[in-house]
T-cell receptor, first 110, second 115 residues
Framework: DAKTTQPTSMDCAEGRAANLPCNHS???????VYWYRQIHSQGPQYIIH???NNETNEMASLIITEDRKSSTLILPHATLRDTAVYYC???????????FGTGTSLTVIP | GAGVSQSPSNKVTEKGKDVELRCDPI?????LYWYRQSLGQGLEFLIY????????KSGLPSDRFSAERTGGSVSTLTIQRTQQEDSAVYLC?????????????FGSGTRLTVV
């Protein structure tokens, strides 16, 4: 599975959009981009995934560049409860596991 | 149930003892995974069950670790002769779709402390 690069940490003001970048320059054509988050002392939570097209659900939006070498997770109106570690993972559709790296620690500031 | 349930939530054991950790996946989920997370570290894959297929045990760190899944539902992770380096949060996840293509649902984990 392709390697991803994320900033170690980010801050975001409450109520503003949080934009979390992820680089995956070696992504293959059959690899999806997945995002999970882990709030302190809880198990990871699936957020969203996509292949080529931008995706949106009730939690977030995923913007994937046309060349698929990077993506951005957007939390449109960050709340204090969005403070968590966010993991960007690329994986083939039918892989046996997700490789969780170190992620981005997002802190939402009041 | 509504989510993935793990028990116990906390377990303290003496070095050398055996422990069993239990996972109840979401009803109807055919795929089940075990991961562990040491303090301040990322998640480490342990084992994957998919339906009646042979499990993928490639992540188990030693032969002291084993897992089974009975009746395609409940899973038990067993650690024999526990060592202090086994101290971690053990997380279970399940997915409805094969190999979690639509993402996993994780439980809250079992925090294992070996003293």
């Amino acid at each position: 599975d392709a390697k991803t690069t994320q900033p170690t940490s980010m801050d975001c003001a409450e109520g503003r959009a949080a934009n979390l970048p992820c680089n995956h320059s070696t992504i293959s054509g059959n690899e999806y981009v997945y995002w999970y988050r882990q709030i302190h002392s809880q198990g990871p939570q699936y957020i969203i995934h996509g292949l080529k097209n931008n995706e949106t659900n009730e939690m977030a939006s995923l913007i994937i560049t046309e060349d698929r070498k990077s993506s951005t997770l957007i939390l449109p109106h960050a709340t204090l409860r969005d403070t968590a570690v966010y993991y960007c993972i690329v994986r083939v559709a039918y892989g046996n596991q997700f490789y969780f790296g170190t992620g981005t620690s997002l802190t939402v500031i009041p | 149930g509504a989510g993935v349930s793990q028990s116990p939530s906390n377990k303290v054991t003496e070095k050398g003892k055996d422990v069993e950790l239990r996972c109840d996946p979401i009803s109807g989920h055919t795929a089940l995974y075990w991961y562990r997370q040491s303090l301040g570290q990322g998640l480490e894959f342990l084992i994957y069950f998919q339906g009646n297929s042979a499990p993928d045990k490639s992540g188990l760190p030693s032969d002291r670790f084993s897992a089974e899944r009975t009746g395609g539902s409940v899973s038990t992770l067993t650690i024999q002769r526990t060592q202090q380096e086994d101290s971690a949060v053990y997380l279970c996840a399940s997915s409805l779709t094969r190999q979690g293509i639509d993402g996993y649902t994780f439980g809250s984990g079992t925090r294992l402390t070996v003293v």
